[in-house]
C-alpha cells in the first residue's frame, strides 16, 4: 500500500497514500454493514449542515456519497444559515430519538450566533461520529470506550496500515486543537509513545520537531515546519489544508523539502483528508454495533468492532 514519491516530490520518502489506504477501509467498513444487514440492522447517519458554506458543503458531498457507497443509510438536514440555536437543537434532539439513526454529525462550522459548544453536547454521545461530545473526549483520556475524533483516528490507522510502530517513538504535535492536536496526543500516548504537544509559544519550535520519530502537523499555517526540521527516517503526517498563494491546496509541511529527509510522508491533498471520512463511515458502524448489541456479530465475522 506505499508508493515512492513521484518525480515531482523529489526526496527519498514514501508517500502516505491516504487514498489507497482509505479505500481500504471502507472497503472493511462496507464488509461490517453487511453482516449488520445480515441481523436486519442498517447502520444510519444523518449529517446536518447549517447554511451555504462553500467548502462545507463540499465535504458533506463527499460524506454523504462514502457513506452511500458502503451501504449506510445516509439522510441531508439542510438548514438555512437563519437557523436558531434553539431550532437546530431541536433537530439534534429529534435526530436522538430516531432509533434509525445511529451516528449524529453536524458540520462545522456554524454561522455566527450559534453556540457550537452546546450543539456538540446536545448529541447523543452514543451517536457523536465525530467524537467531540465531553463524554467521548473523556473517554478517550481515561482509555474507555467512546467514538474517537475521526481525524486523529485516521492518522493513527494510516501509520497502523503502514506498519510506522508508535510504540516507544517520540511524536511531537504541531497544534493542540480539540479537533486534532489534543486527541491525536492522546491516541498516541496509548500506544505507549513520548508525546510533545507543540503551539504558538513554544520557544524552539523547530528543536522540538528536529527531535521527533513521528511529526503530526496540525497548526493551519502553510509550510510552517520546514524541511530541515525533519529528523532523517521520520513520519511526517500533514493534517493541514491551506491555500497557497498559486490557489493550490498546500499543507503545514514543506512537502518538496520534508520528503528528502522523511521516510514516509503524507502529500496534501491525498493524505489525511481521505481518512478523516473513512474513519467516520467506521465510527458510524462501530456505534450502530454497539446501540443494536451486536458488537459480537462483527467479532464472529471477524471483523473488529473498534480500531485504536
Request: charged fraction near 25%; glycine fraction near 10%.
Amino acid at each position: 500500500m506505499t508508493n515512492q514519491t513521484n518525480d515531482d516530490a523529489a526526496g527519498c520518502g514514501q508517500i502516505l497514500d491516504g487514498k489507497a489506504t482509505a479505500l481500504a477501509v471502507r472497503e472493511q467498513v462496507a464488509a461490517r454493514v453487511a453482516v449488520l444487514m445480515e441481523e436486519g440492522i442498517q447502520p444510519g447517519l444523518a449529517v446536518v449542515l447549517v447554511g451555504e458554506d462553500p467548502a462545507s458543503q463540499v465535504y458533506v458531498r463527499n460524506k454523504d456519497k462514502a457513506a452511500s457507497a458502503a451501504g449506510i443509510a445516509v439522510q441531508t438536514r439542510k438548514l438555512s444559515d437563519e437557523t436558531t440555536q434553539e431550532e437546530l437543537e431541536a433537530v439534534v434532539r429529534e435526530l436522538n430519538e430516531d432509533a434509525g439513526v445511529h451516528g449524529i454529525l453536524v458540520q462545522l462550522p456554524l454561522p455566527d450566533g450559534i453556540d457550537e459548544q452546546r450543539i456538540v453536547e446536545a448529541i447523543d454521545p452514543a451517536k457523536d461520529v465525530d467524537g467531540l461530545h465531553p463524554a467521548n473526549v473523556a473517554a478517550l483520556v481515561q482509555g474507555a470506550e467512546g467514538l474517537v475524533p475521526c481525524t486523529p483516528a485516521g492518522c493513527i490507522e494510516l501509520l497502523d496500515r503502514h506498519e510506522i510502530p508508535l510504540k516507544g517513538k517520540n511524536v511531537v504535535v504541531v497544534g493542540r486543537s480539540q479537533l486534532v492536536g489534543k486527541p491525536v496526543a492522546q491516541l498516541a500516548l496509548a500506544r505507549h509513545a513520548t508525546v510533545t504537544i507543540c503551539h504558538s509559544r513554544t520557544e524552539d519550535l523547530a528543536g522540538e520537531v528536529r527531535r521527533a520519530d513521528i511529526v503530526v502537523a496540525a497548526v493551519g499555517r502553510a509550510k510552517l515546519v520546514q524541511g530541515d526540521w525533519i529528523k532523517p527516517g521520520a513520519a511526517v503526517l500533514d493534517v493541514g489544508i491551506n491555500r497557497g498563494d498559486d490557489g493550490k491546496l498546500v499543507g503545514d509541511v514543506d512537502f518538496e523539502a520534508a520528503a528528502l529527509n522523511a521516510a514516509w510522508i503524507t502529500p496534501v491533498p491525498g493524505g489525511i483528508g481521505p481518512m478523516t471520512i473513512a474513519m467516520l463511515l467506521g465510527n458510524t458502524v462501530t456505534a450502530c454495533a454497539r446501540q443494536a448489541d451486536r458488537v459480537d456479530k462483527l467479532s464472529d465475522a471477524g471483523l473488529e468492532a473498534t480500531r485504536s
